[in-house]
């Protein structure tokens, strides 16, 4: 079946977020959007993730556990997972890899922790933007321990990619799937990275605002069902 996705989404977990990306608003705005199925990917966290599958159930949308990792060479990679446990579990594990830099709020912004009704539980301390301790190179081995997948994100855009942090994409790291943010930057990014030649693309919104949302184009992915295993089972190819 053919199935409308975004599987970057921030919210207010995520300081470069706004405070009114809520796991409701952003359930909401997803189904009112046609968006079947969506992952939420704060930076180096899933903390919001219990509340977002909360709301995606009230909503219609299926979820998906998520994070968007910040790796030792300052490459942005999604991380996805077949279930909730399977996310919270990951996320107990890269607490670990974050260095302990407080954040201030005044300076990258909010890091706001809700439950399923939208009300504020807390706030995360460590900045989550910072770089955790381990490379892009490790990530696919990794995830699959966890049933996961990893998808680097964003590779068009001139930071926090790996194309722009480190040259070149290298066959060795052995990634299914890359994000795109312009269908039209493969064409430029293809000469100097053949690995990209058998690769497979997803296009999310990255979303920070629901704005983001909202003004983002459908895109669809065949899956066998409805569901975050299947989606994974896709994604690893």
Do not use: W
Not at 179 to 195: C, D, R, Y
């Amino acid at each position: 079946m053919k199935l409308n996705y975004d599987l970057h989404i921030h919210s207010c977990l995520s300081p470069c977020a706004d405070d009114d990306m809520t796991a409701n608003n952003i359930a909401n705005m997803a189904s009112l959007c046609g968006i079947d199925i969506a992952a939420l990917t704060d930076h180096n966290s899933l903390k919001n993730c219990p509340a977002f599958f909360a709301a995606c159930a009230r909503a219609g949308v299926t979820p998906i556990a998520g994070t968007e990792l910040n790796t030792r060479e300052e490459v942005h990679v999604l991380c996805l997972f077949p279930s909730l446990d399977a996310g919270m579990a990951f996320d107990t594990y890269i607490e670990g890899l974050l260095p302990h830099f407080v954040n201030n709020p005044k300076i990258f912004g909010n890091q706001i922790i809700v439950d399923g009704n939208d009300a504020v539980v807390g706030t995360e301390q460590k900045l989550l933007y910072a770089a955790c301790d381990i490379g892009i190179d490790e990530l696919p081995a990794l995830l699959r321990a966890y049933g996961g997948v990893a998808v680097p994100s964003h590779i068009d855009r001139p930071s926090n990619s790996v194309i722009s942090n480190l040259g070149f994409v290298s066959p060795e790291y052995g990634f299914a799937y890359y994000e795109l943010q312009q269908e039209s930057s493969l064409a430029k990014l293809l000469p100097g990275n053949p690995a990209l030649a058998g690769a497979k693309f997803i296009y999310d919104s990255d979303a920070h605002s629901l704005a983001d949302l909202a003004s983002r184009d459908a895109r669809a992915i065949t899956l066998h069902e409805r569901s975050a295993p299947s989606l994974i089972a896709a994604l690893l190819g």
